[in-house]
């Protein structure tokens, strides 16, 4: 079956413009999540959605990043004003049922994304 | 603060030179301990969950334990394509998300 997949597999962008992210879940799953994975410093998580509850945004890193989720399956992660600290690899992750049961999470294959 | 400490970095090995790699972890309140492995240029394909000291788990060449404070993974016999980055991450207790908290990975290296 069809894994995660994210898109576009690579963005470069100018310092100061606007820029979305896509994520596609694995069918039927109802939590999603984002992950940054910056040189250096390991996976980070930036926000979380679970079926219609309201997403937790505790990671999001300042007001410029943004995401939702429509209907419950597909992420857009929407970057504004992009500064090149915002430089990193954007991977998405989704798992099954509860997170509290500890379900396994399954990582698309990232977002390249260059501030230049 | 919960925290995820891999150990080492970096790791040469020799085709059939087995190993273990290293990870720490202080949290309040374990739920699940994961392994990944992570190819260059692509995202972490999972490996094990550990939920319990003294909790073991196989795959292939792959061996991952787990302690109270620590979890290790044992690589026998490790041959080129093991090569790749392996990621530790744990779920703490009391979140309600289920967020991977990770460790900075260990980049093994396999010789021929």
């Known amino acids: 079956g069809a894994g995660v997949s994210q898109s576009p597999s690579n963005k470069v962008t100018e310092k100061g413009k606007d820029v979305e992210l896509r994520c596609d879940p694995i069918s039927g799953h109802t939590a999603l999540y984002w992950y940054r994975q910056s040189l250096g410093q390991g996976l980070e998580f930036l926000i979380y959605?679970?079926?219609?509850?309201?997403?937790?945004k505790s990671g999001l890193p300042s007001d410029r990043f943004s995401a939702e989720r429509t209907g419950g399956s597909v992420s857009t992660l929407t970057i504004q004003r992009t500064q090149q600290e915002d430089s990193a690899v954007y991977l998405c992750?989704?798992?099954?049922?509860?997170?509290?049961?500890?379900?396994?999470?399954?990582f698309g294959p990232g977002t390249r994304l260059t501030v230049l | 603060e919960d925290q995820v400490t891999q150990s080492p970095e970096a790791l040469r090995l020799q085709e059939g030179e087995s190993s273990s790699l290293n990870c720490s972890y202080t949290?309040?309140?374990?739920?699940?301990l994961f392994w990944y492995r992570q190819d260059p240029g692509k995202g972490p394909e999972f490996l094990f969950t550990l939920y319990s000291a003294g909790e073991e788990k196989e795959k292939e060449r792959l061996k991952a334990t787990l302690t109270k404070k620590e979890s290790f993974l044992h690589i026998t016999a490790p041959k080129p394509e093991d090569s790749a980055t392996y990621l530790c991450a744990v779920t703490q207790g009391s979140s309600n998300t289920g967020k991977l908290i990770f460790g900075q990975g260990t980049t093994l290296q396999v010789k021929p």
């Open positions: 949290v309040s309140g374990l739920r699940g």
């Open positions: 959605f679970q079926g219609n509850s309201a997403p937790d």
């Open positions: 992750a989704s798992s099954s049922i509860q997170p509290l049961s500890t379900d396994t999470q399954y």
